[in-house]
């Protein structure tokens, strides 16, 4: 099926863990972003990609490790995971125009 | 960076009523978008505004791009358990793809 799929939606992970999300899109978008959704902060954008094999920081991208060796995928890391990072995820992947973006269902992330 | 300021931050209505939110930006944006997030989902794109001064619908969801293009409005009318959710405005303000969201509005609506 055609869309953006995330996984896994939710985890629980322990401080000082590595944790990779994964994001994955059929819609072969140049464009991909992760972000962080917390309450009284809205949508923070992360990391970007605009292709693949190019990446670049978003507004807080302290933390966090990003790769795009294929256009579809666009995984997420967590180096060493800490309780701040305690949030949910969102993947989105977006097309030429700023209205084609389409965002996952997103990964329920505790860091405990 | 550029920031949209998005108000209120939360309604809580009965059902029936309209809804009104608003968004404003210190710099001007060329397109306007209005999403709205379902309780445990990834936001959904809901009206796309492009013109200054354009008044876009979608079913009981109105739109507009203010004539400054430093804000939006967005207009819920008759709203109905459904509409509740998160609701965002974001624009590509100096990049044409990276976008600028709003805090949100959490709008809630009491059978």
């Known amino acids: 099926d055609a869309g953006i799929t995330q996984s896994p939606r939710y985890k629980i992970t322990e401080t000082g863990r590595q944790v990779t999300l994964m994001c994955h899109q059929t819609w072969s978008h140049s464009y991909m972003f992760w972000y962080r959704q917390d309450l009284g902060h809205g949508l923070r954008l992360i990391y970007y990609s605009a292709a693949a094999d190019i990446t670049d920081k978003g507004e807080v991208p302290d933390g966090y490790v990003v790769s795009r060796s294929k256009t579809e995928n666009f995984p997420l890391t967590l180096e060493s995971a800490t309780r701040s990072q305690t949030s949910v995820y969102f993947c989105?992947?977006?097309?030429?125009?700023?209205?084609?973006?389409?965002f996952g269902p997103g990964t329920r992330l505790t860091v405990l | 960076g550029q920031q949209l300021n998005q108000s209120p931050q939360s309604m809580f209505i009965q059902e029936g009523e309209d809804v009104s939110m608003n968004c404003t930006s210190s710099s001007i944006f060329n397109t306007w978008l209005w999403y709205k997030q379902d309780p445990g989902e990834g936001p959904v794109l809901l009206i796309a505004l492009y013109k200054a001064g354009e008044l876009t619908s979608n079913g009981r969801l109105t739109a507009q791009f203010g004539i400054t293009r430093k804000d939006s409005f967005l207009n819920i009318s008759a709203s109905i358990p459904s509409d509740v959710g998160i609701y965002f405005c974001?624009?590509?303000?100096?990049?044409?793809?990276?976008?600028?969201f709003g805090k949100g509005t959490l709008l809630t609506v009491n059978p």
């Open positions: 989105a992947s977006q097309g030429l125009a700023p209205d084609t973006q389409y």
């Open positions: 974001a624009g590509p303000g100096s990049s044409n793809y990276k976008l600028t």
